[in-house]
């Protein structure tokens, strides 16, 4: 099973920019569609975006669309997400998966492999 691991999260003020990272163990990273969700405390885990294999297909929640930018680098098993025009709304422990069918889903039952998290912390 593929091992992730983010990081990029922090503090910063409303309206600020943060971009988080995860990376991928194996070999196999450039098989699997990816995506970010993320969960605000007392609340479910929330799809935000998600990319396919190759990077070709993008997907956003509408809360993000238009402030954030998923991306990857398959030679550095890597993917990205760029947040910008931060709100308080968007503090949350953010966390990286992976779905096997290459595909990508705004699913939670899609993803195969999570990390551990990363926090994010807007204010206001």
């Known amino acids: 099973q593929v091992q992730l691991v983010e990081s990029g999260g922090g503090l910063v003020q409303a309206g600020g920019s943060l971009r988080l990272s995860c990376t991928a163990s194996?070999?196999?990273?450039?098989?699997?569609?990816m995506a970010w969700f993320a969960q605000a405390p007392g609340k479910e885990r929330e799809f935000v975006a998600a990319i396919d294999r190759t990077g070709g297909m993008t997907y956003y929640s509408d809360s993000v669309k238009g402030r954030c930018t998923i991306s990857r680098d398959n030679a550095k098993n890597m993917v990205y997400l760029e947040m910008n025009s931060l709100k308080p709304e968007d503090t949350a422990v953010y966390y990286c998966a992976a779905d096997y069918s290459g595909w990508g889903s705004s699913l939670r039952r899609a993803y195969h492999a999570w990390g551990q998290g990363t926090q994010v912390t807007v204010s206001s």
């Open positions: 194996g070999r196999t990273f450039s098989r699997y569609g």
